[in-house]
T-cell receptor, first 112, second 116 residues
Framework: GQSLEQPSEVTAVEGAIVQINCTYQ??????LSWYQQHDGGAPTFLSY????GLEETGRFSSFLSRSDSYGYLLLQELQMKDSASYFC?????????????FGSGTRLLVRP | DTGVSQNPRHKITKRGQNVTFRCDPI?????LYWYRQTLGQGPEFLTY????????KSRLLSDRFSAERPKGSFSTLEIQRTEQGDSAMYLC??????????????FGSGTRLTVV
């Protein structure tokens, strides 16, 4: 089976940088994705890492280390609107399935 | 195309009743997924379709749950004999096979089910 661990809550100040970590355990591995979800809203896709290294998309970056079964989402120049829940998700390659398995989420609170 | 559409947005039902939800995916997307989400948790996989074929169903899913995707377009999720533990947000997502961001699901806004 698969399992993912991420911190339940993170608090940061507007304009700062915050890192949300995710460790995973799968029998196979086919990439780590990140999703953002505002209260009452739908999860929205942020990024995807299939290979080791850093992927940058504007203020958001995502990193993956397959040897450490670890990844993180980096949010720079935090804005109040970044207050949301962030989920990491993996696809387990071994079962040939296309479903994503999500972590429990990290609630980010951005303070003025 | 306006994204993934789910109806109804909210449903309140009495325990023991049957409910059905509908999902209209993005028209070019051939994969459709159903997830369930409770407060403070991540989306939990229920089932998924590629075109009209249901390829996988969660082993944790009760037989009271059934899903269809006739003609590979919209999908319905039915819950029979609802229980209070079924109260959750039911999310539908779609994706396109072959795209680089195949793992980039587009989610609908969900149907919030409350069983009283």
């Amino acid at each position: 089976g698969q399992s993912l661990e991420q911190p339940s809550e993170v608090t940061a100040v507007e304009g700062a940088i915050v890192q949300i970590n995710c460790t995973y355990q799968t029998s196979g591995f086919y990439g780590l994705s990140w999703y953002q979800q505002h209260d009452g809203g739908a999860p929205t896709f942020l990024s995807y890492n299939a290979l080791d290294g850093l992927e940058e998309t504007g203020r958001f970056s995502s990193f993956l280390s397959r040897s450490d079964s670890y990844g993180y989402l980096l949010l720079q120049e935090l804005q109040m609107k970044d207050s949301a829940s962030y989920f990491c998700a993996v696809r387990d390659r071994m079962d040939s399935s296309y479903k994503l398995i999500f972590g429990s989420g990290t609630r980010l609170l951005v303070r003025p | 195309d306006t994204g993934v559409s789910q109806n109804p947005r909210h449903k309140i039902t009495k325990r023991g009743q049957n409910v059905t939800f509908r999902c209209d995916p993005i028209s070019e997307h051939n994969r459709l997924y159903w997830y369930r989400q409770t407060l403070g948790q991540g989306p939990e996989f229920l089932t998924y379709f590629q075109n009209e074929a249901q390829l996988e169903k969660s082993r944790l899913l009760s037989d009271r749950f059934s899903a269809e995707r006739p003609k590979g377009s919209f999908s319905t999720l039915e819950i029979q004999r609802t229980e209070q533990g079924d109260s959750a947000m039911y999310l539908c997502a779609s994706s396109f096979k072959g795209a680089r961001f195949d793992y980039g699901y587009t989610f609908g806004s969900g149907t919030r089910l409350t069983v009283v």
